[in-house]
C-alpha cells in the first residue's frame, strides 16, 4: 500500500480531530467480523466538514493525477466512496459509477449503478481498507464489466499484511491517504494517547483476532 508521510499525518490528526477515528483501549469496539478492536473508523464523518472533505478530494486528484495518468471514469465503493468519488468525479470532468456490496434484489438486480463501457479506465474510489475483500470485490465486479481497473484510492488503511498481498495478488495497485502506523504517530503527538498505549497497539495491529481473545 503506498502512502505519503506529510499526507497522511495530516490526515490523520484531522479524522482524530473530528472523531472519524476513535481509539479506545480500555474499552474496545467490537466489529462485525467479531474481533474487538481499539480503533473504529468511520471517514463518512468527514463529509460532514468541507475543509476535511475538500483536503481529502485534492488529495485523491493529486494520486489520481500522477500515479494513473488520464482516465475515463471514477467509481465509487458503496457506501463510504460514493459522495467522496463523486467529489473527485466533478472535480476531474469525469463520469461517475458505483458498485454495490451486493446485487439490487428487485428491479434490474444490478450491482453497478451508472454507466460502464468496455474498455474504459478506472480509479476506485473507498473510504477504508482492513482485510481488502471488500474493496478487491468491487474490483473485479468492475472487470468483469469489462472496465480496466488501473488502481483504487482509499482515505485510510489498516495497513494488514493481508490486504497488501491481496491487492498485489489481484494486479490492482493500491494507495491510502492515511494509514494505522502514521496515526498511531499522529496520536500520540496530539495526546489521544500515552506511550504507555503504544505496545497494546502495536499487538493489534500484528493480531487482531489473537487480541480479541485476551
Known sequence: MFVKEETALKVAQELLKVKAIKLN???????????????????????SYPSIRTYIRQQFVNIISEEFGDIDLIAGVATGGIAHGVL??????????YVRSSPK????ENKIEGVIESGQSVIVIED????????LRAVMALRDAGANVKGLVAIFTYGF???????????CPAFALSDYNYLIQQALADNFVRESDLEALKKWRQNPSEWSKS
Do not use: M
Open 25 to 47: 483501549l480500555k474499552k474496545p469496539y467490537l466489529w462485525a467480523s467479531g474481533w474487538k478492536s481499539p480503533i473504529y473508523c468511520d471517514n463518512r464523518i468527514t463529509l
Open 88 to 97: 473527485v468525479a466533478q472535480d476531474l470532468g469525469l463520469p461517475f459509477a
Open 105 to 108: 434484489e428487485h428491479g434490474l
Open 128 to 135: 477504508l481498507i482492513s482485510t481488502g475483500e471488500s474493496s
Open 161 to 171: 499484511d493481508v490486504a497488501d498481498k491481496k491487492f498485489k495478488e489481484s494486479a
